[in-house]
Each structure stands twice: as C-alpha cells, then as structure tokens.
C-alpha cells in the first residue's frame, strides 16, 4: 500500500513514517508540507491513502481533501488534527475524507484507521 503523508510540521511527518515503517507491504511514497504539494503529489503519484493535516499553509486540509477526491478518486483520505475527530468527521466526509485521526493518539489509532479505509468501498459517483 502507498501512502502520501501531508503535514506543515516535519517532526509529525517522520513520526507518521516511522509509524507507518513498521506494517509489512506499507510504503511511504510522498511527502508534503502544504495542501498545494500534497495535491501534486496525489496527482502524480497515485497513492492508495492519502494523510491530511487539516491545518496547513495555503490551501488547508478540507480543501485539499476536495481537490484530490476529485483528481484522484480511488485516494483513500484521512484528516489529521489536534481537534477532536467526533466533531471534524462531518466536514471531513463532505470532503471525500473518509476518517479523521487525532494527532495527539496517531500512535494509537493511525494504523487501524488506514487498515478501516481500505476494507471501505468508495461510493459510486
């Protein structure tokens, strides 16, 4: 599975790597540090999941979410945030996100929620 990893913050980006390190047949095969970039990247490298901080540098998470469900619909999308995810997941559907992952437990939860993602069928359009 190749996953695309977008966050402003450069120690959240290799803490989330090395999460994701660790899970057989995982591959971190992008990173970004802004929703423009993260948007680039998706385009151009296709990735199977998609991690989105909500909080970046020009265009913002949600947006950013929007933009590559449209461009690269077979993305799963999860948001990142400090945020309590309870509240964000409505936004972060309208999106094309499908989860949202507390940053403060990404130790805890970030694995089983990409493993959540990919049993989930994409709706048809």
């Known amino acids: 599975m190749r996953i695309l990893i977008a966050d402003d913050f450069e120690p959240i980006r290799t803490a989330v790597a090395g999460i ?3 899970q057989p047949d995982w591959e971190v095969c992008g ?3 802004n929703g423009t970039e993260a948007l ?3 385009t151009e490298l296709n990735p199977d999941v998609v991690l989105l901080d909500i909080s970046m540098p020009g265009i913002d998470g949600l947006k950013t979410s929007r933009l590559i ?9 999860i948001i990142l945030s400090h945020h309590d ?3 964000l997941l409505k936004d ?7 989860e949202c992952v507390d940053k403060g437990r990404i130790a805890a939860d970030l694995v089983a929620s990409i493993r959540r993602v990919q049993i989930q069928e994409k709706p048809a359009a």
């Open 40 to 42: 680039r990247l998706a």
């Open 92 to 98: 972060a559907r309208k999106s094309g996100a499908q």
């Open 31 to 33: 990173e970004a540090c």
């Open 85 to 87: 995810p309870a509240q």
């Open 69 to 77: 469900h449209e461009s690269v619909p077979s993305a799963k999308i």
């Open 20 to 22: 994701l390190s660790e």
